[in-house]
């Protein structure tokens, strides 16, 4: 098991720790307000800390989308409702009615120009008389999302030492995020990562940054010639002066509210 860290004597500054795990796919349970909960964290492949990088953000969106209802739909929706709950549409069907003895003539041109105009895809209506059917329009929720994070260090070895954890480290991440084979036609996810930002004096999670949930590595970038020039170190493997490694990772759960009762920041 792997426990890289990189500088080779970081001092006391904070820093980020890559905890990676096998991927498990140890099947769904029902858990609370019927959510379904995956057991995904399996054994643990070793850490990579590396120095935190000075643009550290997050961006947490919620998806809500809009929605239409014209009246028309409203009551188709209503019918089906009760179809479904009762097995009858009578008292829908009654309500159009007591509708249509209220306002015959609109009610008529309503369901017989949307008719034509989803026949023709044409917006009849406006085009000829300025109007159009009240949409009753709103933003409606939609579900949650998944975050992504994306990571830039860069690193240059000041000893020989150094130079071997660098290329270790990418080693390991490009390694880990790779789809793993199998003694079968099946093929077995990439490894999993936690991701932690460590107070380096204290070595706990620190309370000032936000939290990340268990990830996945979905790109690994690296330039070998972050400063526009071919350029090596004299050594046996001929080392790159500098490389440049971006990061990015996707959130394998999505937030939700009960995440922020144990950290000052939450997620």
Known sequence: MADLRYP??????????????????GGVT??????LQTARKGSPKGTISLPIQSTISDSNTV????????????????????????GSMKG???SLKAAAEKGKKEIGEAVSTSLLEGALGV???SRFSGQVMNPNLELLFNGPTLRTFNFTFLMSARSPEEATRIKQIINTFKKNMAVRTANSIFLK????????????ITGQIHDSLNQIKTSALQSCNVDYTPAGTYSTFDDAESTMTAYRMTLQFGELDPIYDRDYEDHSIGF
């Open 8 to 25: 080779l004597k970081p001092g006391e500054g904070d820093y980020i720790l890559f905890s990676i795990f096998e991927y498990n796919g």
């Open 30 to 35: 029902i858990g609370e307000n019927f959510g």
């Open 63 to 86: 998806d809500w989308k809009e929605d239409r209802l014209d009246a028309i739909r409203a009551a188709a929706g209503l019918g089906g409702e009760e179809a479904v709950t009762t």
């Open 92 to 94: 829908t069907i009654d």
């Open 123 to 125: 917006n009849l209506l």
């Open 189 to 200: 996810a990439p490894n999993i990562f936690e991701i932690k930002y460590m107070n380096g």
